[in-house]
């Protein structure tokens, strides 16, 4: 064996043993960000804006099967159909970093109220029926506690206008 194929041979094994470039303190730190227990409310504004997300990604505003014409009269609007919510529902939480694990259980537990929301109550703001009315796990603006109470100075003065009550 030459010294060429021994240093190769080196090389190769140190490859195998340590692996292929992949670091796991970031897999295992990713995992625990992924794994990050969220605050009730953090976690269900977390679900929304990945719900968001998702909606302005599907926004191309048609089905994509060939004959525009004949879905449209067939299938009705590609906006609000059940074929978008599945593609938005198959996508919640890819792109969440902390509190992944937490949003795709939150959205499986919401699958229901976001179907309503989806067919009946698009007009509604999405967090405020998730989050403010159906969980009750957020407060309006400018109310707060766990009982959603007005801020100190409501209407005018809240929190003797220094910053935002929480």
Known sequence: MTMHSVFVAVLLSIFLVHGHGSDPDKSKN????????????QACKVLVESFK????????????GGDAAWEE????????SEVRLVEIQEN???TVERGKSQCHTLAEVLENHLEEWWFQKQDEDLHKFICIDTLKNCCAENRFGPECKPCP???DNVCNKSGKCK
């Open 53 to 64: 997300q998702e909606m302005e990604k599907t926004a191309r505003g048609k089905f994509e």
């Open 92 to 94: 919640l939480c890819l």
């Open 153 to 155: 100075g409501y209407p």
């Open 30 to 41: 990713k995992e625990s960000l992924h794994s990050v227990k969220l605050a009730p409310c």
């Open 73 to 80: 009269e067939h299938l009705g609007s590609y906006a609000r």
